[in-house]
């Protein structure tokens, strides 16, 4: 240090915007993604349409989550982990068939088993209400963090050197950079003038919660239906969560039944190896469609999440691949913040655009072809993915390639789903 | 706090508007520049946090030095330099360079010292820096001794001189000015000089004979797949850059 040189006080630029990041959005993406900011230094601000009564309601209401070992790193790096662990249960093997109503899976199948990779457990599964519970405590405890709720942005502007939002009760909000974590009909991207390519799938997909009479054994289970995908994801204690997909005019149907009836639908689906079964629960019915907005970032905006990419849930990846978009967002913008670059210029933002478009294109491309193969009662077609998935069976080579993708282990990893930090 | 802004003729400022604008647009006429700054940038932070004992990870680690900024064209080196909290002179010997990198900085809620001036002039006046940044101005000026002789003169005891240029062999020239020049056309034709160019060993050299101490070189990259620069210990063929010290 030279002392004779007075420390003259250097405007400290970012002071002269409210936040360095506004994040429109409070589900899970944009909490995670306000932490891992906030933690690397950055000043955060979450704008959230629901109040955190809304989202830090305890009841099960039976949503949860698939959540692959690489977010799962994430999570923990970010030092959410210890909050969920006891509330986590491992995915120790994933068991796919084909199926048909009244017969149990087929002969082929592909078992994927933790055992062969060395990274443990493929994934956790883990409720929803404990995730927005976790997340919305850290939140409040992290400096530089702060979160608006129950308002909703009705305007956004962008300026040469930043972009303000304005929020229905007027208020403005100015930032360096806008994050649209609003989900598959984003009003962020909307108000970009971002367009969106998408289309519907005729199916809805069916989800509640079970108790069951037998231990599942930390197993979880795809069946190919005619109709859809059939899965069954282990939770905590003899409890699973279901994920189902009809047509949508059985699935308005079969929504509309009374819970024994709805049981009585679904027993026959996979059979009875769990024993008895009773909901716990709500009922969800989601339509399945495809929605991808034309680009990932705008002028000094980025989109997250549903945001970017709305894909069929059919393999539990949308929340992984939206944390994937948070992990490398916050790693870009923090990586240019310590360059000291402008967060919200350009060359920044297609930095992450670049790392996320091909994952997100193959992504969308894997989940459409895969539904379009396996939602099909062709016999033909029923003969080839049941060899194919033979095939994959028996090439252990091939299968662990599969738990590493399932497990989010693929790819150009951004730090944080390596769990290293920023 | 230096009000820059009010020294410029109003009716001017549309004009500096679009040149910075121009300056700043990454896909446009300085786009070379822009593709190469986060990988110039990584190399300048590391090798001043190092030197200076700050934490990259801290909100404004360079507070307290004072940091030159020679050739600062429209600010693409100055305006990092001073958001990571340094208190920045950019000096560059083109005039009308000059208000339209005051025009950016306040745009971008910066404060910058912007001057019409050279690096010798600057000496002559005695102004001395913790660190100068002389990237990519080595190989166009006419008495490359002279010239790091007053950057060393710029320099406190113990100060950082962080020097890029370009190797002089054929793949150079291919690169440079085949390349860079005449095939992609990032560059206006006659930027470059092959012969000005300077070997590693020979700017070592040119960099002792100025009274500096050099501490290391790496080259910067090219990647044609990932369209983006990286740092390399070995590969110091076209591009490169040096870290030197003033003895305390």
């Known amino acids: 240090m030279h002392m004779d040189n007075p420390r003259r006080p250097t405007i400290l630029p970012d002071m002269t915007f409210d936040a360095d990041i506004v994040i429109v959005g409070g589900g899970l993406n944009g909490s995670v993604l306000a932490l891992a900011l906030a933690q690397s230094g950055h000043r955060v601000t979450v704008i959230d349409a629901l109040t955190e009564t809304i989202r830090g309601s305890d009841a099960f209401d039976g949503r949860s989550y698939a959540l692959a070992l690489g977010a799962q790193r994430m999570l923990a790096t970010l030092g959410l982990w210890p909050d969920l662990a006891a509330d986590a249960q491992p995915m120790l093997e994933i068991k796919v068939g084909d199926g048909r109503v009244g017969t149990g899976p087929s002969a082929f199948f592909m078992h994927f088993d933790h055992a062969e990779i060395e990274e443990g457990p493929m994934g956790h599964m883990i409720e929803d209400r404990h995730l927005r519970r976790a997340l919305l405590r850290h939140m409040a405890e992290t400096p530089g963090l702060s979160r608006i709720g129950g308002t909703a942005v009705v305007d956004q502007k962008v300026t040469p050197s930043g972009a303000t939002v304005t929020l229905a009760d007027g208020r403005e909000i100015t930032a360096r950079v806008l994050v649209g974590s609003d989900g598959r009909d984003s009003g962020t991207a909307r108000r970009a003038g971002i367009r969106r390519i998408g289309w519907r799938y005729g199916q809805t997909a069916l989800v509640c919660a079970i108790e069951h009479a037998l231990p599942h054994g930390g197993v979880a289970h795809q069946f190919f239906m005619p109709a859809g995908p059939l899965a069954i994801l282990p939770l905590t204690g003899n409890r699973s969560s279901i994920v189902w997909s009809e047509t949508d005019a059985a699935a308005r149907r079969i929504a509309r039944l009374p819970e024994a009836d709805y049981l009585e639908v679904l027993r026959p689906r996979f059979g009875d190896f769990l024993g008895d079964i009773a909901l716990a629960g709500k009922r969800f019915s989601y339509p399945l469609e495809l929605s991808l907005a034309r680009t990932m970032i705008g002028d000094r905006l980025a989109l997250i999440g549903d945001a970017a990419h709305g894909v069929h849930p059919i393999a539990g990846q949308g929340l992984n691949a939206g944390l994937r978009d948070v992990a490398a967002l916050a790693q870009t913008l923090t990586e240019a913040a310590r360059r000291g670059e402008d967060i919200g210029a350009v060359q920044v933002l297609e930095r992450y655009q670049q790392w996320r478009r091909f994952d997100v294109a193959t992504l969308a491309l894997a989940t459409d072809t895969f539904n379009r193969l396996f939602s099909n009662d062709n016999p033909l077609l029923r003969l080839g993915r049941d060899m194919g998935m033979g095939a994959v069976n028996a090439m252990p080579w091939l299968r662990r390639g599969f738990i590493r993708e399932a497990a989010g282990l693929t790819g150009d990893l951004p730090l944080l789903l390596q769990g290293r930090q920023i | ?248």
């Open chain 2, 1 to 248: 706090m230096q009000t820059h802004q009010n020294t410029v003729d109003p009716g001017e400022i549309a004009k500096f508007e679009a040149m910075a604008t121009e300056w700043w647009d990454p896909k446009g006429k300085f786009k070379p520049l822009h593709m190469l700054n986060p990988c110039r940038l990584d190399y300048i932070t590391n090798q001043i946090a190092g030197e200076f004992d700050r934490d990259l990870k801290t909100a404004a680690p360079f507070a307290g030095l004072r940091i030159l900024d020679i050739g600062c064209g429209g600010g693409l080196l100055a305006e990092p330099m001073a958001r990571l909290g340094a208190d920045v002179v950019g000096a560059d010997a083109a005039e009308r360079n000059i208000p339209v990198a005051r025009v950016h900085a306040d745009r971008s809620g910066l404060a910058i010292d912007y001057r019409h001036t050279t690096a010798e002039a600057l000496a002559t006046a005695s102004e001395t820096f913790d660190v100068v940044l002389n990237m990519e101005v080595v190989e166009h000026v006419a008495d490359p001794p002279a010239y790091l002789s007053a950057c060393h003169d710029l320099l406190r005891p113990g100060g950082l001189h962080i020097c890029s240029t370009i190797n002089r062999n054929p793949k150079s020239y291919a690169m440079a000015i085949v390349g860079a020049e005449q095939v992609m056309r990032w560059l206006p034709r006659g930027t470059h000089e092959w012969s000005k160019f300077i070997t590693p060993d020979e700017l070592f050299e040119l960099l002792r004979g100025a009274g500096l101490d050099p501490v290391d070189r790496k080259g910067f990259v090219f990647n044609p797949l990932t369209w983006s620069w990286r740092l390399s210990s070995r590969d110091l063929s076209v591009n490169y850059v040096t870290a030197s010290l003033r003895p305390a």
